[in-house]
C-alpha cells in the first residue's frame, strides 16, 4: 500500500510543476504579445506610406483640376 502511494505521488504533479507551467504560459503569451506589438509597429508604418501616396494622388488630381479650369 505504501509503495502504491509513493508511486501515486511521484506520478502527480507538485507545486513546482504547476509553476513551470504557468511561467511558460506567461512566456508564451509575452512573447505573442511582442509579435503582436511588432506586427502592430508594421501596419503603422504601411498606413503612413499609404497616407503619403494619397495624398499626392491627391494632389496630382487638385493639380489637373486647376489645369482642366483654365
Not at 1 to 30: C, F, G, P, W
Not at 33 to 47: D, M, V, Y
Request: hydrophobic content about 40%.
Amino acid at each position: 500500500m505504501i509503495d502504491h502511494e509513493v508511486s501515486r505521488v511521484k506520478a502527480s504533479q507538485t507545486i513546482y510543476d504547476d509553476r513551470l507551467a504557468i511561467i511558460a504560459n506567461l512566456q508564451d503569451n509575452e512573447s505573442f504579445l511582442e509579435s503582436l506589438e511588432a506586427r502592430l509597429h508594421e501596419t503603422k508604418l504601411a498606413n503612413k506610406s499609404i497616407r503619403s501616396e494619397l495624398a499626392q494622388v491627391n494632389l496630382a488630381i487638385t493639380r489637373q483640376m486647376e489645369l482642366d479650369g483654365e
